[in-house]
C-alpha cells in the first residue's frame, strides 16, 4: 500500500467516527431541589389542579384523619390514566390540609401510600415536596419529583403543582463543552413537550460563558441569536439529548412591516432569538407564533423608547414557506383602552396598550419602564376634578 493510499483511509477513519459521536444521545443527570431555580438560575414553571371534596369512585383510599379530605389529580401523559390521583387530609379541625397523599406508585391506589408532612405551613398555605413519584418508563420506572403548594382558607383554595425535578450536565454544542439544563416546565412529567405556548412547552437552556440561551424542545436548537442550527432531539423522560447537524434546512423569510431590532418566534421548528437586517429574518420553513417583538424609537429629545410587543393571540399563527417573503404587520398603531368597573363605593379605572393582532403592548425608557400613566377625572361644571396615578400590576 502506498503512502498516499494509507493517509487517505487514515481521514476516511476520522470522518466516520466523529459523525458517529456526533449522533450518539448525550446522557444528563437528574437532579431535585425543593426550589429548583436557586441552583438553576432559572424560572421554574407551574401547573394549576382543580380540587374537589369528592371522593374518586372505585379507587382504594387511606384512612383520612378528618371528614373532609379534598381530592386532585396531578395530570401526566407518562401514566395510561393520565394522572396520578392527589388527596389532601387534615390533622386539625381547622387551618388549611396539612397532609398529602399520592399515587407514588402509580398503581391507581392511594391506599398504599404514606401521609406527607408539609416543609412549610402556615394558616393559609401548606407546602409539600420535593415529592418522589415513580412513573412508568419504556426501561423500567423513572423517578420525578414534585413540589405541591395548597392555598387553603375559607375563602382561597388553590392547589399548584411545580416540577422539583430537572436534568442538567455538560454537553457538546457545535463542538464546545456547554453547560445544559432540561425542565419539565409544563410540569405533567415529560420533557419533550413542544407547543406553540412558552409555558406550556418544555424548555432547554444553554450556557453559553454565563449567558443562558432559552429555547423550546422541539425542531431545532439556534446556537445563540441568529446563529447555526442544529437538528435537537430530546428524550421522553429527560434522560439525554441529541444535537445533529442537519444535512440542509429549508429556509424563509420574514419581512417586518415595522423597525424591528428583536424578535422571538415559537413553533414546530422549535424557538428562535432573532435580530432582524435590513428588516428581514430567516428560519426554516415552518409555522410559528410570536412570542415577543421589539421596536426602538427615538423621541424629539433623543431619548431612547422601546416599544415591547407581548402577549400574542393563542391562535395567531405566522406561515413560513420557502418560496414567497412572509409579511408581519407592525404592532403599530399602538391601540390605548379603559375599563371601569364599579368596585363597593369606588370605582376602578384599568388602562392597557393593545398593537394590531391583539399583543399587549409596554414601553422601556432607556431600558426601563417609565411611569405609570396618569388619569385625569373631571366633571362638566368643574366642580370636580382629580388626578390618580395608575399602578403597574
Ligand atoms: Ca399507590
Ligand atoms: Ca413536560
Not at 208 to 227: A, E, F, I, P, S
Not at 249 to 272: H, P, Q, R
Request: with cysteine; net charge positive.
Amino acid at each position: 500500500m502506498s503512502r498516499t493510499t494509507k493517509f487517505v483511509l487514515c481521514v476516511v477513519t476520522v470522518l466516520l467516527a466523529g459523525a458517529a459521536c456526533a449522533e450518539e444521545p448525550q446522557w444528563l443527570q437528574y437532579r431535585f431541589s425543593r426550589n429548583q431555580a436557586a441552583f438553576t438560575r432559572y424560572g421554574i414553571g407551574i401547573s394549576r389542579a382543580e380540587l374537589t371534596e369528592r371522593a374518586p369512585r372505585a379507587v382504594r383510599l387511606p384512612k383520612f384523619s378528618s371528614e373532609d379530605p379534598l381530592f386532585a389529580r396531578w395530570k401526566t401523559p407518562m401514566v395510561k390514566r393520565g394522572y396520578l390521583l392527589v388527596a389532601f387530609d387534615r390533622t386539625a379541625k381547622t387551618g388549611p390540609h396539612d397532609r398529602l397523599y399520592i399515587d407514588a406508585d402509580a398503581d391507581g391506589s392511594l391506599a398504599d401510600e404514606k401521609p406527607i408532612e408539609p416543609f412549610k405551613l402556615s394558616d393559609r398555605r401548606a407546602s409539600f415536596g420535593p415529592v418522589r413519584v415513580l412513573l412508568p418508563g419504556t426501561d423500567g420506572p423513572v423517578t420525578y419529583h414534585l413540589v405541591v403548594t395548597l392555598y387553603d382558607s375559607a375563602d382561597y383554595r388553590r392547589l399548584y403543582f411545580r416540577a422539583g425535578g430537572w436534568y442538567q450536565g455538560n454537553i457538546t454544542v457545535a463542538g464546545t463543552e456547554r453547560p445544559c439544563f432540561l425542565f419539565d416546565y409544563n410540569c405533567n412529567g415529560t420533557f419533550d413537550d413542544a407547543t406553540f405556548e412558552l409555558s406550556e412547552s418544555d424548555h432547554i437552556v444553554i450556557d453559553y460563558d454565563g449567558t443562558l440561551y432559552k429555547g423550546t424542545v422541539g425542531g431545532y436548537l439556534q446556537v445563540k441569536m441568529n446563529g447555526e442550527l442544529l437538528r435537537l432531539e430530546v428524550a421522553r423522560d429527560g434522560a439525554c439529548v441529541k444535537l445533529t447537524s442537519p444535512r440542509s434546512v429549508k429556509m424563509g423569510t420574514i419581512e417586518f412591516a415595522g423597525e424591528s431590532d428583536y424578535l422571538e418566534l415559537l413553533g414546530d421548528n422549535g424557538f428562535f432569538r432573532l435580530k432582524p437586517v435590513d428588516g428581514k429574518v430567516r428560519v426554516p420553513v415552518g409555522t410559528y407564533r410570536i412570542n415577543q417583538c421589539h421596536y426602538p424609537k427615538t423621541d424629539g429629545n433623543d431619548v431612547q423608547w422601546k416599544l415591547l410587543a407581548n402577549g400574542f393571540p393563542a391562535d395567531s399563527r405566522v406561515k413560513v414557506r420557502g418560496t414567497k417573503v412572509t409579511r408581519i404587520v407592525s404592532s403599530e398603531p399602538v391601540r390605548p383602552s379603559m375599563q371601569m368597573q364599579k368596585e363597593g363605593r369606588g370605582w376602578r379605572f384599568s388602562q392597557d396598550l393593545k398593537g394590531q393582532s391583539g399583543e399587549q403592548i409596554t414601553f422601556e425608557r432607556k431600558g426601563q419602564r417609565p411611569p405609570a400613566p396618569r388619569l385625569r377625572i373631571k366633571n362638566s361644571d368643574g366642580s370636580y376634578e382629580r388626578v390618580l396615578s395608575f399602578e403597574y400590576g
